[in-house]
């Protein structure tokens, strides 16, 4: 009886896929951000403005305080690349002075501000009811108090007049700081408001995890893209608000190379000696687009809406 041939069985191919990289927000916030050519260069700005005042702290061409290197009003030279004011003094070496007052005030000014704000949002959006009424109710108030009363109330009377406060950067950083704290808090107590209620801080609660834990371990890690971003916008209103006051006359004490005063003692002479003025004023405007350039860089890559 003949047997019949086997039947060929078909070879199964075995379906592959592809498992998508997991990425972390941090990590693909920068990713995104290399993308952005403008905020790249904002970056690279900031870190020549950092190295500057590093460079300041130990060497300047000349002393920022000296007078008398050479004729007053003097334009740009091969010895002073941007001139000599109307004392005298090295306009470059103050420049590179006053980018280290830059630095100090921006960023002694956020983290001042990040200190005040971020504990009280995260209390205030965690336990909500009436800490929430509370702190809400005292953020609505400081937002009365105008920056620049708060400003006059330490130059003159806690540091001229009573002496308790040295007038220097300090003053100009708790001014800031006083008046801006809230924009932080009201921040951070919207995410928490939004974040405790998501399924990981629920999962943390019911594991017995302590407020405290939940607050800085759960929330506040995932609060960071907003809080980063408000932080960099900070940075350039601290200092423009430092350049504003020692315009008037109420920031810095000379011979401090302020930015701002810089610009105010050429003021008067922009028809003969113009490059008193403009040094000073470039230097202040290229650092702040460069901070307003990265913060709206972080601000679209730490957006899941701005995903391509």
């Given amino acids: 009886m003949a047997q019949a041939a086997p039947v060929a069985q078909p070879e199964l191919e075995l379906a592959t896929y592809e498992v998508p990289e997991q990425v972390t927000l941090l990590t693909d916030a920068a990713r995104r951000l290399r993308r952005n050519r403008l905020a790249l260069a904002g970056a690279v700005i900031i870190a020549v403005l950092f190295v500057v005042a590093l460079i300041s702290m130990i060497w300047t061409p000349y002393?920022?305080?000296l007078q008398a290197v050479g004729p007053t009003y003097q334009g740009p030279s091969p010895q002073h690349p941007l001139g000599l004011d109307q004392a005298g003094r090295d306009i470059l070496s103050r420049i590179m002075g006053g980018a280290l007052i830059t630095v100090q005030v921006g960023v002694g000014s956020a983290l001042i501000v990040s200190m005040i704000g971020i504990p009280l949002g995260l209390i205030a959006g965690f336990y909500r009811g009436k800490v929430d009424t509370a702190i809400s109710f005292v953020i609505n108030i400081w937002y009365g108090i105008p920056d620049l009363l708060v400003a006059l109330i330490l130059v003159f009377v806690l540091s001229d007049a009573l002496h308790l406060i040295p007038r220097g950067v300090f003053v100009i950083i708790v001014a800031y700081s006083l008046t801006r704290w809230m924009d932080v808090a009201?921040?951070?107590?919207g995410q928490a408001l939004a974040l405790r209620e998501r399924d990981f801080v629920e999962a943390a609660r019911m594991a017995g995890a302590r407020d405290f834990a939940m607050l800085f371990r759960h929330i506040l890690p995932n609060a960071l893209g907003p809080i980063?971003?408000?932080?960099?916008?900070?940075?350039?209103?601290?200092v423009l608000f430092e350049a504003f006051?020692?315009?008037?006359?109420l920031g810095l004490p000379p011979p401090t190379p302020s930015w701002g005063a810089m610009a105010a003692d050429g003021?008067?002479?922009?028809?003969?000696?113009?490059?008193?003025?403009?040094a000073p004023t470039i230097?202040?405007?290229?650092?702040?687009?460069a901070f307003n350039w990265l913060g709206d860089g972080l601000r679209d890559a730490f957006d899941p809406r701005?995903?391509?």
């Fill in 228 to 238: 980063i971003v408000q932080a960099t916008f900070a940075i350039p209103a601290a």
């Fill in 63 to 65: 002393p920022t305080w």
């Fill in 306 to 308: 701005m995903k391509r």
């Fill in 245 to 249: 006051l020692s315009f008037l006359g």
């Fill in 186 to 189: 009201r921040l951070v107590r």
């Fill in 267 to 278: 003021y008067h002479g922009m028809d003969f000696a113009p490059h008193i003025v403009l």
């Fill in 283 to 289: 230097a202040l405007s290229i650092t702040l687009m």
